[in-house]
């Protein structure tokens, strides 16, 4: 995870810890949920790298607030990971959040980190 600090110097916190029988869907979300609790900050614009592009084509199109309408159900049954998608749409909720597949450093390294963990 980077932030910018309120003297306007990136600070990156590194870590990471097993996560036995998951998914890198859940993973994903876990770590992103994560970010979220700890950036207490509401004002401060996020921008989430995920190396699961699948979850940020269903957030920039919204899916997950129409699985929300339609009572996590979609048309082949319930949304996978719904308890997730729940906590991650109230804590993003009134936060500038982008989500992009930007091929940066910390992107590449980010998802670097993500499959030495999901092996």
Same mark, same amino acid.
């Given at each position: 995870?980077? %932030? &910018?600090?309120?003297?306007?110097?990136? %600070?990156? =916190?590194?870590?990471?810890?097993?996560?036995p029988d998951t998914t890198k869907d859940r993973l994903t979300l876990m770590a992103m949920i994560e970010a979220?609790? =700890?950036i207490t900050d509401q004002s401060a614009e996020v921008v989430f790298v995920p190396s699961d592009h699948g979850i940020m084509h269903i957030i920039n199109n919204g899916w997950h607030k129409k699985w929300s309408e339609n009572g996590w159900r979609t048309a082949k049954g319930t949304v996978a990971?719904?308890?997730?998608?729940?906590?991650?749409?109230?804590?993003? =909720?009134? =936060?500038? &959040?982008? &989500?992009?597949?930007?091929?940066?450093?910390?992107?590449? &390294?980010m998802r670097k980190e993500l499959k030495e963990v999901c092996k």
């Open positions: 995870m980077e %932030y &910018i600090m309120k003297n306007g110097e990136p %600070y990156t =916190r590194e870590g990471h810890r097993p996560v979220l609790e =700890r990971n719904a308890d997730l998608w729940k906590e991650y749409m109230e804590l993003s =909720r009134q =936060r500038d &959040i982008t &989500i992009t597949d930007e091929h940066n450093s910390y992107g590449n &390294i």
